[in-house]
């Protein structure tokens, strides 16, 4: 294995190269090698060396997905394929039936969908859609992202489609560094079922909702056709790349950041805030609550 000097600089050779934010990767580079000459470092076994590292990072700048990770399986040194990626990102997703793990109808009509993961949105689209059709009847819609741990921004921006009347509402973009492009995300003109529109949503979330998955959480919320009950999300909102150094670390480089069309500002570092905010175990019971409240009253 490379000693610690090898591989600190290997990794910073890669944050320097990619990240998003070029600025803040020359204060990332001047700490970590201020804390590389001064030894600390020294002694740590991998894994310590990635979370120390990791820690560090994070320090200077605060973005969840920057990280040195400890991986015990052996992997290839080769640059990453990035049709390889997908293939095993895409493979996972078929695994865990496209991120969908329940879709529950409850009492009082209500509608539960459990989504721990965010799907590629032509291989999910069939998946999501079975599940909006068992929805579609009922009189509202929570949305279980307690347990999502992210995925494509694409399946989120189909997911979010589902909530509006047509195509014609831009929902974020997305700022690639490498290219120097935005990418525009809009709402989909076709689903595959019905859109739900007119009825409430309330959106779970935890300490645990990531990535894709608080990608749904923000944009619902920023654009008012969700309530937010749970717990602040852990702050990713940045696309990333995954780089070896060794056969057991691997670099993350956050390339891309997402801003929204809303609040030209994202989640990154900070999390999704919820509305109501509630212990996660107690958010589905609080929703279901503030939904029979609203039932209850009388119309106006």
Not at 61 to 83: A, F, G, N, Y
Not at 86 to 109: C, K, M, P, S, T
Not at 173 to 187: E, K, L, P, S
């Amino acid at each position: 294995m490379p000693n610690h000097e090898q591989i600190i600089k290997q990794a910073l050779g890669r944050i320097d190269a990619g990240y998003v934010f070029p600025e803040k990767a020359v204060d990332i580079d001047a700490a970590i090698r201020r804390r590389l000459a001064a030894g600390e470092y020294d002694g740590l076994d991998g894994p310590a060396l990635c979370e120390t590292v990791t820690a560090h990072l994070q320090e200077v700048c605060p973005d969840k997905h920057l990280r040195l990770l400890w991986v015990e399986e052996p992997q290839s040194l080769e640059p990453e394929d990035q049709d390889a990626g997908r293939a095993a990102f895409l493979e996972l997703l078929r695994a865990e039936n496209q991120g969908v793990r329940r879709v529950e109808q409850l009492d009082g009509g209500v509608a539960l969908v459990d989504i721990r993961r965010i799907p590629a949105a032509d291989e999910g689209a069939a998946v999501v859609g079975a599940a909006m059709r068992l929805a579609a009847s009922s009189s509202a819609l929570v949305l279980d992202l307690r347990e999502c741990r992210g995925g494509a921004p694409e399946g989120a921006a189909m997911w979010c489609s589902y909530f509006f009347p047509d195509d014609q509402v831009h929902l974020n973009d997305i700022y690639d560094r490498a290219t120097g492009t935005t990418r525009q995300f809009w709402t989909s003109a076709h689903l595959p079922a019905p859109r739900y529109l007119d009825r409430p949503v309330y959106v779970l979330t935890s300490a645990i909702t990531f990535s894709g998955g608080e990608d749904v959480a923000y944009t619902l919320q920023a654009h008012g056709r969700a309530i937010l009950v749970g717990e602040t999300t852990r702050g990713g909102a940045h696309p990333t790349d995954r780089h070896a150094v060794t056969e057991h670390i691997q670099v993350t480089v956050p390339t891309a950041r997402t801003i929204s069309t809303v609040t030209g500002g994202n989640w990154e570092g900070v999390g999704v805030v919820p509305d109501v905010p509630v212990p996660a175990d107690q958010a589905l019971d609080t929703a279901l609550k503030a939904i029979r409240a609203t039932e209850a009253r009388p119309s106006s």
